[in-house]
């Protein structure tokens, strides 16, 4: 009989989450993917329900003041050099029934269930300078942008190699997002001041997590640089 008994190897450090992201940003400990020929800006999820707390402050949140605004020059300047640009956002029809298991956790009004399509949460943020004749739009159903949607096709139709993910939530649908990016082969950066979560914690855990294994997560300063530079 084998014997199980062991003591845990988890590190353990009396730091916050935002400390340890910080000391992993300062000495990264893996070499970058980096850009690569041809970006696609991914906006996941500007939504309303997510992204105006004077309305939806059950739902809703704010990390870095100027989101929008560095989203915004970003989506900008790629669009300036025939880049694709890409805003997904949340939706499910009025009984919630294309909402799956995923929809089981709560039923309460601000669930995520009773996002509907055409609702006040279901809207971009008004400050969202979406381009409706070039820009793809989309609702999606499920945390990852790319999952049951045009996306992935979308890219490799345009010879995209790089994605660039913007957004929120941080720890839910950004990282799903940049995780299935990697996984279908994309380079993938997460650009800082884009994103937001709803808790401190949850936001600097998943940046350090996202930086160590699965994207570049760079300054939104340094994708307006190498874009400018193409």
């Not at 942008?145 to 994605?163: C, I």
């Not at 997460?190 to 160590?212: F, G, P, R």
């Amino acid at each position: 009989m084998s014997d199980l008994s062991f003591e845990p190897t988890m590190i353990r450090e009396n730091k916050t989450a935002r400390e340890l992201f910080e000391a992993v940003k300062a000495n990264p400990a893996r070499a970058r993917f980096g850009f690569g020929q041809k970006l696609a800006v991914v906006n996941v999820d500007f939504q309303q329900a997510y992204t105006r707390p004077d309305l939806f402050p059950k739902t809703a949140y704010v990390t870095h003041p100027d989101q929008i605004g560095f989203t915004n020059r970003i989506s900008a300047a790629a669009r300036a050099k025939d880049m694709p640009v890409i805003w997904s956002h949340v939706a499910y029809k009025a009984d919630a029934a294309d909402a799956g298991v995923w929809g089981t956790r709560t039923d309460t009004p601000d669930s995520l269930q009773n996002i509907k399509y055409d609702s006040e949460r279901h809207a971009f943020d008004p400050r969202c300078e979406i381009h409706e004749t070039t820009d793809l739009i989309y609702t999606k159903r499920m945390p990852s942008a790319f999952f049951e949607t045009p996306l992935n096709s979308y890219l490799r139709w345009h010879k995209v190699d790089t994605v660039l993910v913007t957004g929120g939530s941080t720890s839910g649908c950004v990282r799903a997002t940049a995780v299935d990016s990697l996984s279908y082969g994309f380079r993938t950066i997460v650009a800082e001041e884009c994103v937001a979560d709803k808790h401190e914690s949850y936001h600097y855990a998943n940046l350090t997590d996202l930086q160590l294994k699965y994207a570049d997560v760079v300054s939104a300063q340094e994708v307006l640089d190498w874009l400018a530079a193409r």
